[in-house]
């Protein structure tokens, strides 16, 4: 294991691992293998196990008495990690609506970037994203590939509300808004997706950290046709 790592208690419930590594996907594979490793492993212990970017927080069921056991158990687990590859996840398609009513700040970017709306929306969809974590709100996800070509920065004032379903950029990310939120991330089109569903029993979230994802270009008649039909039959 070549990954350079720190441990830290947070509460007394609540250990970080923070890796000293900048983001890519063999990042991401280790964090993803080392989270259900734990869960499996040690699921008498641990609560909870949430990634980021670059660090694992561990929730434990009950109070850390003794943090250097617990950070001696956790190197145990990290050095003994044979990581497997978890990212060949089948792409999942989420279709947008890029239409001027959706897409708010479309102008603004092809203006900014010297790049036409068409330009903007073929490089945005064409790119095969990765789900790195769920965070921001329930059931929203942080994702790595855009192309540089659309890097932008946030917006200086944020909205007081974006749609769920409001496909943004902001900064080097993109990412769907999955419930209606203040918002700071420059809107680009809408998806009819449902990505948070409080009252599914069994999984709340559509998408999970390690899922790939591609946007698919869709009219307003097929987005209308579409939110119709997911509201029915959901996921």
Same mark, same amino acid.
């Given at each position: 294991?070549?990954?350079?790592?720190?441990?830290?208690?947070? #509460? &007394? =419930?609540?250990?970080?691992? &923070?890796?000293?590594?900048?983001?890519?996907?063999?990042?991401? #594979?280790?964090?993803?293998?080392?989270?259900?490793?734990?869960?499996?492993?040690?699921? &008498?212990?641990?609560?909870?196990?949430?990634? +980021?970017?670059?660090?694992?927080?561990?929730? /434990?069921?009950? @109070?850390? #008495?003794?943090?250097?056991?617990?950070?001696? !158990?956790?190197?145990?687990?990290?050095? %003994?990690?044979?990581?497997? #590859?978890?990212?060949?996840?089948?792409?999942?398609?989420?279709?947008?609506?890029? !239409?001027? %009513?959706?897409? *708010?700040?479309?102008?603004?970017?092809?203006?900014?970037?010297?790049? +036409?709306?068409?330009?903007?929306?073929?490089?945005?969809?064409?790119?095969?994203?990765?789900?790195?974590?769920?965070?921001?709100?329930?059931?929203?996800?942080?994702?790595?590939?855009?192309?540089?070509?659309?890097?932008? =920065?946030?917006? +200086?004032?944020?909205? =007081?509300?974006?749609?769920?379903?409001?496909?943004?950029?902001?900064?080097?990310?993109?990412?769907?808004?999955?419930? %209606?939120?203040?918002?700071? *991330?420059?809107?680009?089109? =809408?998806?009819?997706?449902?990505?948070?569903?409080?009252?599914?029993? @069994?999984? /709340?979230? /559509?998408?999970?950290?390690? !899922?790939?994802?591609?946007?698919?270009?869709? @009219?307003?008649? &097929?987005?209308?046709?579409?939110?119709?039909?997911?509201?029915?039959?959901? *996921?």
């Amino acid at each position: 294991m070549s990954h350079k790592f720190r441990i830290f208690q947070i #509460n &007394e =419930r609540s250990i970080l691992v &923070e890796f000293d590594e900048e983001i890519n996907e063999n990042l991401l #594979n280790h964090l993803l293998y080392l989270k259900n490793k734990l869960l499996t492993d040690k699921h &008498e212990l641990i609560l909870q196990v949430i990634n +980021s970017y670059n660090s694992l927080l561990i929730i /434990y069921k009950h @109070t850390i #008495n003794n943090f250097y056991e617990a950070k001696k !158990d956790l190197l145990e687990q990290i050095y %003994d990690s044979k990581i497997v #590859n978890i990212l060949d996840s089948p792409i999942k398609k989420i279709p947008v609506c890029y !239409d001027h %009513d959706y897409g *708010w700040d479309l102008e603004l970017l092809s203006e900014d970037l010297s790049l +036409s709306v068409d330009e903007i929306i073929k490089n945005h969809s064409e790119a095969v994203y990765t789900v790195y974590f769920i965070g921001f709100l329930p059931g929203f996800p942080y994702l790595g590939g855009l192309d540089s070509s659309l890097f932008h =920065r946030r917006k +200086s004032q944020p909205r =007081r509300q974006i749609p769920s379903g409001s496909v943004g950029i902001a900064d080097q990310q993109t990412g769907i808004y999955s419930l %209606d939120s203040p918002g700071g *991330w420059q809107i680009i089109g =809408r998806s009819p997706i449902q990505l948070f569903d409080s009252e599914n029993p @069994t999984r /709340y979230c /559509y998408l999970q950290a390690g !899922d790939k994802i591609q946007f698919e270009p869709i @009219t307003k008649d &097929e987005f209308e046709d579409i939110q119709s039909q997911f509201n029915y039959n959901k *996921w």
